[in-house]
């Protein structure tokens, strides 16, 4: 991917707070919610209650859809994204001590309250794999598509390595590779 999409689709992931998220339901309707998240990289992490139809969704399906942005008061100014990705439950603890790391940092209002307890909230890993890029100002309607290979993913797998102590990149790598089958 170009270094100047990847620079983009980090940009815009940062600068938002919330995305729709569509899963697919077992009677084959889509089914889209909002959720906060954080990013890292090009990695994408939610929490989820384990209770609810988005989890039960992803467990049978990891394939989602997400949209990212926001109104703007002229066409011309639209900018997001939008991709099609896969949503992994992480169980390493160091993984989700890092995740929820960055998310109290996008939500400091989330300081009062208790880290979720995995069993009744699971973390969840979103990694794109095709993104397109919104961005009217450059014509209306008009987007770029990426592909996102694992080279473009590497350097946040790479970078975190030491902090998901459980989670060797091995593992991940081994992980990421099955969602190309």
């Not at 815009?12 to 339901?25: F, P, S, V």
Request: proline share 6%.
């Amino acid at each position: 991917m170009k270094a100047e999409f990847k620079r983009q689709i980090i940009e815009l992931l940062e600068k938002h707070r919330i995305m729709a998220i569509a899963t697919n339901r077992a009677d084959g309707w889509p089914q889209a919610t909002i959720v906060g998240y954080a990013s890292d990289g090009l990695i994408i992490y939610c929490f989820v209650a384990r209770d609810g139809q988005k989890f039960e969704n992803l467990k049978r399906d990891p394939r989602v859809s997400i949209a990212i942005g926001n109104d703007v008061p002229q066409p011309l100014q639209i900018r997001g994204l939008s991709m099609a990705a896969r949503a992994v439950h992480v169980e390493d603890k160091g993984e989700i001590d890092h995740a929820y790391a960055l998310l109290l940092k996008r939500y400091p209002e989330y300081k009062i309250m208790p880290q979720p307890n995995p069993e009744a909230v699971p973390l969840m890993r979103i990694t794109p794999e095709i993104v397109s890029i919104l961005d009217y100002s450059k014509g209306f309607g008009h987007a770029d598509l990426v592909r996102v290979s694992d080279r473009d993913l590497a350097d946040v797998i790479e970078s975190r390595r030491h902090r998901w102590a459980g989670h060797p990149v091995e593992s991940f790598q081994a992980k990421m590779a099955g969602r190309r089958e």
